[in-house]
């Protein structure tokens, strides 16, 4: 059994800020726990864009603080996400984040990261497979 929580993962190797400024993750279950998935509390600023295309993970977001815009960038699609919103990644799918307020996020992966990945160039999570990758 593990019990681990957020506060004591604040600024450790697990609390990971993106190069660009505008997120921060806190990875609380990673690869190296062996579980299948990896388990994060993420904060994106407010009044930031963020695009992002995961062609490597699928990613399940729930809203639990804050509002944002999701947009689909394949379709055009937008979604207005708020506290208790679920959105599901499941076909890799190019997407934008338009922060109204910080926007924080309980967000869970498939396959697990291992949690040094940043975005790319072009917002994707590149595979690592475990922690020496």
Do not use: Q
Not at 96 to 105: G, H, I, M, S, W
Not at 108 to 118: A, K, Q, S, Y
């Amino acid at each position: 059994m593990l019990v681990r929580s957020f506060a004591e993962i604040e600024d450790t190797e697990r609390h990971v800020k993106g190069a660009s400024g505008t997120w921060e993750s806190k990875r609380i279950v990673l690869a190296r726990e062996k579980v299948g998935f990896s388990l994060h509390e993420t904060v994106v600023r407010a009044g930031t864009e963020t695009s992002m295309w995961y062609a490597n993970h699928i990613e399940a977001v729930l809203c639990v603080e804050g509002e944002c815009e999701l947009t689909n960038d394949e379709t055009g699609e937008k979604h207005w996400i708020t506290p208790g919103t679920m959105y599901l990644l499941d076909g890799h799918e190019k997407h934008t984040l338009r922060t109204k307020t910080d926007f924080r996020a309980v967000c869970v992966f498939n396959p697990p990261v291992t949690g040094r990945e940043d975005h790319d160039e072009n917002g994707v999570y590149p595979l690592l497979t475990d922690a020496h990758d």
